[in-house]
Nanobody, 126 residues
Framework: QVHLVESGGGSVQAGGSLGLSCAASGYTYMRNCMGWFRQAPGKEREGVAS????????YYADSVKGRFTISQDNVKNTVYLQMNSLKPEDTAMYYCAAGITYGGSCQLRIAEYNDWGQGTQVTVSS
């Protein structure tokens, strides 16, 4: 099992930036995908960005392409999500997740992620 702790959420005005961090501990070697997901009130959880630890390839939801950047520090077992040009519709609870892929890249299918953090709130005001 992998234990995940998110940090860095907060409130920001539209157009602003926030950075999230996710520190992983435990059996991290058993996971090669890290992802960020979000869930707004009354909506289903959706994938935001993922990164493959094997080669660093990334994948983004269309709604955040060009604005969000996912990165990782394998030494620190930490994944980051830099969010720029934030919009009110980005308001949600953001979750970090760890999973495994056998295909060489990580998608944003919730079922493929085994471990989840408790989330950090991001609020963007207009």
């Amino acid at each position: 099992q992998v234990h995940l702790v998110e940090s860095g959420g907060g409130s920001v005005q539209a157009g602003g930036s926030l950075g999230l961090s996710c520190a992983a501990s435990g059996y991290t070697y058993m996971r090669n995908c890290m992802g960020w997901f979000r869930q707004a009130p009354g909506k289903e959880r959706e994938g935001v960005a993922s990164i493959y630890s094997g080669g660093g390839s990334t994948y983004y939801a269309d709604s955040v392409k060009g604005r969000f950047t996912i990165s990782q520090d394998n030494v620190k077992n930490t994944v980051y999500l830099q969010m720029n040009s934030l919009k009110p519709e980005d308001t949600a609870m953001y979750y970090c997740a760890a999973g495994i892929t056998y295909g060489g890249s990580c998608q944003l299918r919730i079922a493929e992620y085994n471990d989840w953090g408790q989330g950090t709130q991001v609020t963007v005001s207009s």
